[in-house]
C-alpha cells in the first residue's frame, strides 16, 4: 500500500484520472484514423513519440515519486512504448492504403488493454489506500490493523519473520488543545504521524489506533532492535517543533512508547493489550520514555496506581 497522506493520495488518483483519460482519446483517435483512413500526423512515427504525447509526458515529467516507485508504474512505461510501436505500424499500414493485418491490430489491441488494466490496478491501489487511511493524520486506519498483524503473527508462528509492535500516544495533547485550539490539536496530530512515518524503516506501518493514540509495527526485530528505533523517533519527536500555533508559537510535545513482541502463541489483540500495559507504565513513570513489556509488569504497583488514577479521572 502507499505510504502517503490523504491529501497526497487524492493528487496521485487526479493525476491518474487525467492520464487515463488523456491515453483513452489517444487511442481513440488512432483507431478512428485507421477505421477512417485519415490522414496521420508524422509525428506518430518518430521513435520517440511515447514519450512526446501526453500520456508519455506526464509518466516522465508529472508522475508523482509515490507513482513511481511502484513495480506497476514500470510495467505501464514498458507497455506504453510498446503499444505506440504497434500504432505506428498500424498507421503506416493504412497511410499506404494496404490492409491491416489481423495479427497487427491483435497486438495493438492486446497491448492497449494490458495498459489499461495496469492503470485500473493502479488506480484501485491509490483507492485503497485512500479507504484505509485515516483522514486527519494519514496514518494506517484500524480497519486494516488488525488484518496485516494476524499475517504478521502467522509468519512468527512458522518462525519466518516476527514482528514487534510499538504503542504510542501524545503527551499531554490535551493542554495544546486547551491553549491553542483543536485546530492546532489536529495539525500537531497530522505532523507528529508524519514524522513517525518520514523517520521510521519504508515497511514499518503506523496505525492510527484512535485519538491521541497510535499503533506501530515493526517487522524483523526483537525487543533490543525496536527500542533503539523507536528512541531515536522518541528523541527526535521531543526536540521537533511539529507545529505552529495560530499566534505564531512553535508547538512542541513529546511521546510516551510501549513496546511488546507480537506473540506467535497469543492472539494479536493479547500482544496489542501488553503494549498498551507496557505504554501505561511509560506514562505512570513520567511520560516521553519507552517501556517494553514483561509478565511483571502486569501487577506493578505503578501500573495498579496509574489505572486508578485513570479512573478517578474519567469519573463515575
Known amino acids: 500500500m502507499f505510504k502517503a497522506d490523504p491529501v497526497v493520495l487524492r493528487r496521485m488518483l487526479k493525476q491518474l484520472e487525467l492520464a487515463s483519460r488523456e491515453h483513452?482519446?489517444?487511442?481513440?483517435?488512432?483507431?478512428r484514423t485507421?477505421?477512417?483512413r485519415l490522414p496521420c500526423d508524422s509525428v506518430e512515427f518518430t521513435d520517440d513519440h511515447h514519450e512526446r504525447c501526453p500520456f508519455g509526458s506526464w509518466c516522465i515529467e508529472q508522475a508523482s515519486p509515490e507513482l513511481r516507485e511502484q513495480p506497476v508504474f514500470a510495467a505501464i512505461e514498458v507497455e506504453h512504448e510498446q503499444l505506440h510501436r504497434f500504432a505506428s505500424a498500424l498507421l503506416r499500414q493504412s497511410t499506404a492504403g494496404q490492409a491491416v493485418e489481423c495479427d497487427d491490430y491483435d497486438r495493438f489491441a492486446a497491448s492497449a488493454s494490458r495498459l489499461r488494466m495496469g492503470l485500473d490496478s493502479l488506480r484501485h491501489e491509490v483507492q485503497a489506500a485512500l479507504r484505509n487511511t485515516d483522514a486527519l493524520t494519514g496514518a494506517y486506519g484500524r480497519t486494516e490493523m488488525i488484518p496485516e498483524l494476524r499475517e504478521w503473527r502467522q509468519l512468527a508462528r512458522r518462525d519466518v519473520?516476527?514482528?514487534?509492535?510499538?504503542?504510542?500516544?501524545?503527551?499531554q495533547l490535551k493542554e495544546v488543545n486547551d491553549s491553542h485550539g483543536h485546530?492546532?490539536?489536529?495539525?500537531?496530530?497530522?505532523?507528529?504521524?508524519?514524522?513517525l512515518t518520514a523517520h521510521l524503516r519504508p515497511y514499518d506501518k503506523v496505525f492510527r489506533y484512535g485519538g491521541d493514540e497510535f499503533l506501530v509495527s515493526l517487522p524483523g526485530v526483537d525487543l533490543v532492535r525496536a527500542q533503539q528505533i523507536m528512541e531515536r523517533v522518541r528523541e527526535g519527536l521531543a526536540s521537533t517543533s511539529v507545529a505552529v500555533s495560530d499566534s505564531g508559537d512553535p508547538v512542541r510535545v513529546t511521546a510516551s512508547f510501549g513496546l511488546a513482541m507480537l506473540d506467535p502463541e497469543a492472539s494479536v489483540e493479547e500482544s496489542i493489550d501488553r503494549a498498551d500495559k507496557a505504554l501505561l507504565v511509560a506514562k505512570s513513570a513520567g511520560r516521553n520514555r519507552i517501556i517494553a513489556w514483561d509478565p511483571s509488569i502486569t501487577t506493578a504497583t505503578m501500573l495498579q496506581r496509574f489505572m486508578a488514577e485513570e479512573t478517578d479521572d474519567r469519573g463515575p
Do not use: K, P
Open 183 to 195: 485546530a492546532v490539536g489536529d495539525r500537531v496530530l497530522t505532523a507528529a504521524v508524519r514524522f
Open 34 to 36: 485507421i477505421v477512417c
Open 24 to 31: 483513452s482519446a489517444w487511442y481513440d483517435s488512432v483507431v
Open 161 to 171: 519473520q516476527h514482528c514487534c509492535l510499538a504503542f504510542l500516544d501524545l503527551d
